[in-house]
């Protein structure tokens, strides 16, 4: 039988073995609980291959303290309930081993909270798959990514879930930097939430983002828009500039060497480090003012703290 199809119950029975690694049954499973111990053989018997119960048993072993091993067990049981392959579960596992310390109700609450925003069946696997690490952030810190997103930035709910589905990181991302990155593209470089959203900007650092764009712009080929979002030139699209390689980007859309590009990174490292220092030294005196000023009623004041570098 396919460990994704036993009854929870029936999962948890089967990861708990005594120390002579007799198979537990329902009966007996009260009292294997006292002692539970997670072998090779157990994890064999959910459907793990050798292979894949070894590197599995090695994850969970890395981790220190006796909440892991406390855990384990109902960690691999909502896994599986969710729906996840034996071959998903483990590589998940392997992925981001500190799953194993979250306690089974808060596990559920945060899968229920991601159907809530909008992560439907397929979608909700695939994302905990690919960044595991969401399921190990507390329901109010997504709440307070959502919130921002929502109100700071204006995506529309949809928006929001795409965001979650493809940029799942976004998380865990300091919401001030979260701010800069959003305003940056919004007001710099006059780029649309829905723009945003289909090129997947928040898998993008803002070193990322900055760095090509400065360099179109400084090469004449990106104008920030006008009050009315109008440009001389024809800026290329978002996607054009993220989502293409280096190589790519280098040639085809800003017409330049690779050693151009290098000899500007550098240079463009060397500025930001010069800025850093700058606004490390006027930062007390900026803050001082900006109490006296009150908040900026646009909505601008994280990116033009910013700008005052």
């Not at 291959?49 to 384990?72: I, M, N, P």
């Not at 991601?114 to 399921?135: A, C, D, F, M, N």
């Not at 965001?163 to 800069?180: F, G, H, K, N, W």
């Not at 990174?265 to 480090?273: F, G, N, S």
Request: aromatic residues 6%; charged residues 25%.
């Amino acid at each position: 039988m396919n460990g994704s199809h036993l009854p929870s119950w029936c999962l948890s029975c089967r990861l708990l073995c005594s120390a002579s690694d007799q198979t537990a049954s329902v009966s007996s499973q009260s009292s294997l609980r006292l002692s539970p111990v997670l072998s090779l053989h157990s994890l064999s018997d959910m459907g793990f291959t050798e292979s894949q119960a070894g590197q599995l048993f090695d994850s969970v072993s890395r981790l220190k303290g006796a909440s892991a091993a406390k855990h384990v067990l109902s960690t691999l049981t909502v896994l599986f309930v969710l729906g996840l392959n034996p071959t998903s579960v483990q590589k998940l596992i392997d992925k981001c081993p500190e799953l194993c310390m979250v306690k089974e109700t808060q596990l559920q609450q945060r899968i229920q909270h991601l159907r809530k925003l909008g992560l439907v069946e397929g979608s909700l696997q695939r994302t905990v798959v690919h960044y595991p690490k969401i399921l190990t952030v507390p329901v109010k810190s997504v709440k307070n990514v959502v919130q921002f997103l929502r109100e700071k930035c204006q995506f529309t709910t949809q928006q929001v879930t795409e965001i979650l589905r493809d940029s799942p990181a976004v998380v865990l991302e300091d919401l001030d930097q979260l701010e800069y990155k959003f305003q940056y593209v919004y007001f710099r470089m006059g780029i649309k939430q829905a723009e945003m959203v289909k090129c997947r900007l928040f898998r993008f650092t803002m070193e990322d983002v900055r760095c090509r764009h400065v360099f179109l712009e400084r090469r004449g080929l990106y104008q920030t828009p006008d009050k009315k979002g109008q440009t001389t030139i024809i800026n290329p699209k978002l996607d054009s500039i993220l989502n293409v390689d280096q190589h790519t980007f280098i040639v085809d859309v800003a017409q330049a060497s690779a050693e151009e590009y290098d000899v500007f990174q550098k240079l463009l490292a060397r500025e930001w480090k010069e800025e850093e220092l700058e606004h490390g030294s006027i930062e007390a005196d900026s803050d001082e003012e900006e109490d006296d000023e009150g908040e900026e009623p646009d909505g601008k004041s994280g990116y033009k703290k910013k700008k005052k570098r």
